[in-house]
Structures are given as structure tokens and as C-alpha cells.
């Protein structure tokens, strides 16, 4: 396969990055002829039968694999001063994984009309989702209203404004609200666990609309309602909201983490109420995800209500 490449926000270079299981992620989502029927057995069973992801998620919380802690550190170069808990202290890989960071390393973009990015990840977003040919592969498309499970809801947002965030296993991963807000009642959408790393998103970007995930809307005056989705992905053990609905939060505020393994958040704007940052704008027109971090700017208010 091709090597993955990503824009760097801050240092603004593009870096190849490490993807976790590519070996394995190349035979069950790539091209290769001669892999066909090894990914027609596989590929069922770690993506539709949620026993194998579930499985996993509760191997990597035995205490063994902390073993495993100081060597994924260093492979991905991940950053120990930002951790609330010093690496002795976690009792296994996944409380490890869902690991706190201090608040001063993820500085909130100042600004009420001001939304930021909500997880550390990649990013792709796009002022209006109708013309979008494709988010990686032209020609692909998913439905909206398979994602959202709502004829009407789709259509108020047919013609907004789409975040996506990819969270890597390297990455930290708990997530936070992108404005001032008051959140719903949490929907969840049952689904499978495909992977959503871009192997297999270049295969089948429907897999977005077909996974497992969460649907939370958030209130606001700036933005108006912005609909905000955790997609859960293979080896994915749980989605966990932390939030309590119905309570007003300031952007920044920990909405939720995912357990073990790599994941997805989706964003979606009405239209004409957010002016998304012309950096990430212009970077997704070349299809070129753009490493950001919690608190960064995503985009500024047009409207309020």
C-alpha cells in the first residue's frame, strides 16, 4: 500500500505516520488478489461479531500489559510531560490508552464565537457535505440519512458543514465538547466494527454509516444545533460519555474517552453557521488529513439565532 501521509498543524510538515496493524489492515481492505480469501473469512469476524473487539478490549486491561506501555511510548514518540499520572502508575495498557493530560498542554482557542477541535487526531472537514466528490477516493459517497437514522435530520443537514476525526491508538482519547453547549440524551446506534483507518475507508467509506456509534446534540446560540458522533471501530471496546445531559458545558469540557483501539468523531454543522479555519479547509481539498490538537481553532461562528 501507499504510505500514509498527514499535515502536521504546528510544525506544518508532512509526516508519514505509523499505522498500527498495517500489515493486517492491508489484507483485509487492500487490493492484493491473492489476500481475497483470507479477508472474506477474516473480516466478518473482527468487524460484524462484536465478541472478537470486546475480547480485545478486556485483554488489554490485565495488569500484564503494562508491560507493553514503555516500548508503545517510545515507537510513537508520545510526549510523558503531558501525562496527569507518571507511566508507573497505570495498572494496565488501556488505562494507559484513556489516559488524562494536564490541562495547560492543550491550550482552548479564546473566543465564545470561537469552535476548536474536539480530540487530538487527523482531520478532514468540509464547508458543505453536497459537494464533496468523495472524502478520500472520488466517486465515494455514504448517506447521510443511514448515518443519522433520520429522514429529517439528514435533510436539515444536507447542505452543512462535516468535521471528521480520526483518533490513531497512539493518539490521546478522550474527547471534548467543540463550543459552548448543552448536550442531549447520548442516541446509540447499533452497528458493526470496521476498522476506519484510511485502508479501509478508501475501500468502502460507507463504513461510517455502518459502524457502531453515538449521536449527541449539542444546543448552542452561536452555532445553532450541532450534531456531534463518536464511531466505534475495531478493537474499540466502548464508546463512554462522562457528560451529564441537559447541563450546560464550556468548550474544552471532557464530553467522553474511548477505550482501546483506534476511532472516529464526526461534527455537522447547519448551514451558514460556522466558517471553518482556511488551513484545514484548504489542506482537505488536496485530501490531506491535518494532525491537530484538542483546543485548536476549527472554525468561527457566521450566525446566531
Given at each position: 500500500m501507499k504510505t500514509l501521509i498527514v499535515l502536521d498543524r504546528l510544525s506544518h510538515a508532512l509526516q508519514e505516520e505509523k499505522i498500527a496493524g498495517k500489515w493486517l489492515l492491508t489484507v483485509l481492505y487492500g487490493k492484493q488478489k491473492y489476500w481475497w480469501l483470507l479477508a472474506w473469512f477474516?473480516?466478518?469476524?473482527?468487524?460484524?461479531?462484536?465478541?472478537?473487539?470486546?475480547?480485545?478490549?478486556?485483554?488489554?486491561?490485565?495488569?500484564?500489559?503494562r508491560a507493553h506501555i514503555r516500548a508503545f511510548i517510545d515507537k510513537h514518540h508520545i510526549d510523558?510531560?503531558?501525562?496527569?499520572?507518571?507511566?508507573?502508575?497505570?495498572?494496565?495498557?488501556?488505562?494507559?490508552?484513556?489516559?488524562?493530560?494536564?490541562?495547560?498542554?492543550?491550550?482552548?482557542?479564546?473566543?465564545?464565537?470561537?469552535?476548536?477541535?474536539?480530540?487530538?487526531?487527523?482531520?478532514?472537514?468540509?464547508p458543505d457535505i453536497a459537494?464533496?466528490?468523495?472524502?478520500?477516493?472520488?466517486?465515494?459517497?455514504?448517506?447521510?440519512?443511514?448515518?443519522?437514522?433520520?429522514?429529517?435530520?439528514?435533510?436539515?443537514?444536507?447542505?452543512?458543514?462535516?468535521?471528521?476525526a480520526r483518533l490513531c491508538p497512539s493518539d490521546y482519547h478522550r474527547f471534548h465538547f467543540p463550543i459552548h453547549c448543552v448536550p442531549s440524551k447520548t442516541s446509540a446506534m447499533s452497528g458493526s466494527l470496521y476498522s476506519v483507518n484510511p485502508i479501509a475507508l478508501k475501500r468502502r467509506i460507507a463504513i461510517l454509516a455502518e459502524n457502531k456509534r453515538q449521536l449527541t446534540h449539542l444546543s448552542s446560540l452561536r452555532f445553532g444545533n450541532v450534531l456531534c458522533i463518536?464511531?466505534?471501530?475495531?478493537?474499540?471496546?466502548?464508546?463512554?460519555?462522562?457528560?451529564?445531559?441537559?447541563?450546560?458545558?464550556?468548550?474544552?469540557?471532557?464530553?467522553?474517552?474511548?477505550?482501546?483501539?483506534?476511532?472516529?468523531?464526526?461534527?455537522?454543522?447547519?448551514?451558514?453557521?460556522?466558517?471553518?479555519?482556511?488551513?484545514?479547509?484548504?489542506?482537505?481539498?488536496?485530501?490531506?488529513?491535518?494532525r491537530g490538537l484538542m483546543g485548536q481553532s476549527l472554525g468561527r461562528a457566521l450566525s446566531e439565532l
Amino acid at each position: 500500500m501507499k504510505t500514509l501521509i498527514v499535515l502536521d498543524r504546528l510544525s506544518h510538515a508532512l509526516q508519514e505516520e505509523k499505522i498500527a496493524g498495517k500489515w493486517l489492515l492491508t489484507v483485509l481492505y487492500g487490493k492484493q488478489k491473492y489476500w481475497w480469501l483470507l479477508a472474506w473469512f477474516l473480516r466478518p469476524c473482527l468487524s460484524r461479531f462484536p465478541w472478537f473487539s470486546a475480547c480485545i478490549g478486556w485483554l488489554q486491561k490485565r495488569s500484564w500489559t503494562r508491560a507493553h506501555i514503555r516500548a508503545f511510548i517510545d515507537k510513537h514518540h508520545i510526549d510523558q510531560s503531558e501525562f496527569v499520572r507518571p507511566v508507573s502508575a497505570f495498572t494496565s495498557f488501556n488505562d494507559f490508552f484513556i489516559r488524562k493530560l494536564q490541562p495547560h498542554v492543550r491550550p482552548i482557542a479564546y473566543g465564545d464565537d470561537v469552535a476548536i477541535l474536539p480530540a487530538d487526531g487527523r482531520y478532514l472537514v468540509y464547508p458543505d457535505i453536497a459537494l464533496v466528490d468523495g472524502f478520500w477516493v472520488k466517486g465515494q459517497r455514504f448517506c447521510l440519512e443511514k448515518l443519522l437514522q433520520d429522514k429529517d435530520l439528514a435533510a436539515q443537514y444536507a447542505h452543512g458543514a462535516l468535521v471528521i476525526a480520526r483518533l490513531c491508538p497512539s493518539d490521546y482519547h478522550r474527547f471534548h465538547f467543540p463550543i459552548h453547549c448543552v448536550p442531549s440524551k447520548t442516541s446509540a446506534m447499533s452497528g458493526s466494527l470496521y476498522s476506519v483507518n484510511p485502508i479501509a475507508l478508501k475501500r468502502r467509506i460507507a463504513i461510517l454509516a455502518e459502524n457502531k456509534r453515538q449521536l449527541t446534540h449539542l444546543s448552542s446560540l452561536r452555532f445553532g444545533n450541532v450534531l456531534c458522533i463518536e464511531v466505534g471501530a475495531t478493537c474499540v471496546g466502548t464508546i463512554h460519555q462522562t457528560f451529564c445531559p441537559g447541563e450546560h458545558y464550556v468548550k474544552g469540557e471532557e464530553k467522553g474517552y474511548f477505550s482501546f483501539g483506534g476511532s472516529t468523531m464526526l461534527l455537522f454543522f447547519l448551514p451558514g453557521r460556522i466558517l471553518l479555519d482556511h488551513d484545514l479547509v484548504e489542506a482537505s481539498q488536496e485530501r490531506l488529513e491535518v494532525r491537530g490538537l484538542m483546543g485548536q481553532s476549527l472554525g468561527r461562528a457566521l450566525s446566531e439565532l
